[in-house]
């Protein structure tokens, strides 16, 4: 679905050397859960310390992207910029759960300059209106998005059953793989995809997604040897890229592990390696 000037775009998001991008999502905030904005109460701050850090880009809501942009620091990130809003995360949940995109969300990314815009492709078990709301959203996305010239990245996310009260996230690869493909087929020109429980199997995931690029959520945190090691899995089975938020806004050392990541990337550094950096700056304090 592409077309020249979303092409032009993703220039600015994918690095020239490596042709891989790092997205920190800070756009948690978003979706109303108070644990989400734990390290972000200062938005200020955090994309302060991101911008010095140097992702490709970060992920921010509409409200919050001035704060990005509004920056005159030079080679700053690309901004992505979400465009829809869930409450599917609360425990308890909502008795009334809803997914909503804005209106005019491709016309808000086109004046702040941003390189993408992303929104949801929910599966919550036993709940298809979700899912029928999240696709309304996106039809009516690719077309303006296509008019426009704004990259789609479209993100598939499979729930577990909410038993336990907000939705988790189900790593079941043939789930993962059918969303994406829906994803696909939806018209992304870039998806948003979850780690597979076995990561071994993530290759299944590059080969339905085709000529789509995939960038790989971090989900929640994880120990930074097992984040580093199931980054390099990834992007050697295929992905063009990862999309991190909490393992690095909610992280002691966040331009720390920023920089370990960026090396894996664009470096082909090892997680080994990367790691090792990581431990020795924390080790000498951070700078």
């Known amino acids: 679905m592409s077309t020249p000037g979303s092409s032009y775009r993703l220039n600015r998001l994918f690095d020239p050397r490596s042709g891989r991008a790092l997205d920190v999502a800070v756009d948690h905030g978003f979706f109303g859960e108070r644990s989400f ?64 995109v804005f209106p005019d969300a491709i016309e808000q990314a086109v ?12 599966h919550l078990p036993g709940r298809p209106e979700i899912r029928e709301h999240c696709i309304r959203g996106i039809m009516a996305l690719r077309q303006e ?71 790989v959520r971090g989900g929640g945190r994880a120990p930074d040897d097992e984040l580093l090691a199931r980054t390099q899995a990834v992007l050697e089975q295929g992905a063009r890229g990862i999309v991190y938020g909490r393992n690095v806004i909610q992280h002691p050392d966040p331009a720390g592990i920023t920089r370990a990541l960026m090396s894996i990337l664009h470096e082909g550094v090892s997680a080994g390696d990367a790691l090792a950096t990581l431990q020795s700056r924390s080790a000498g304090g951070a700078a």
């Open 145 to 215: 998005a296509t008019r426009y010239g704004m990259p789609l990245m479209i993100e598939p996310l499979v729930m577990q059953d909410n038993s336990s009260g907000g939705y988790m996230v189900d790593g079941e690869t043939d789930r993962i793989i059918t969303l994406v493909r829906q994803a696909r087929e939806l018209g992304a020109d870039l998806i948003k995809a979850d780690p597979t429980n076995e990561v071994g199997d993530y290759h299944r995931v590059i080969e339905v997604a085709g000529s789509v690029p995939v960038l």
């Open 111 to 122: 004046r702040l300059d941003a390189v993408a815009v992303c929104v949801n492709l929910l």
């Open 37 to 100: 904005i734990t390290g972000i109460e200062d938005m200020r701050a955090t994309i302060d310390t991101l911008i010095e850090a140097g992702p490709n880009a970060i992920q921010l809501s509409p409200g919050l992207a001035p704060v990005l942009q509004g920056t005159s620091a030079a080679n700053k990130p690309a901004l992505v910029m979400r465009t829809d809003i869930a409450n599917v995360y609360g425990n308890p949940l909502d008795e009334h759960l809803f997914s909503l």
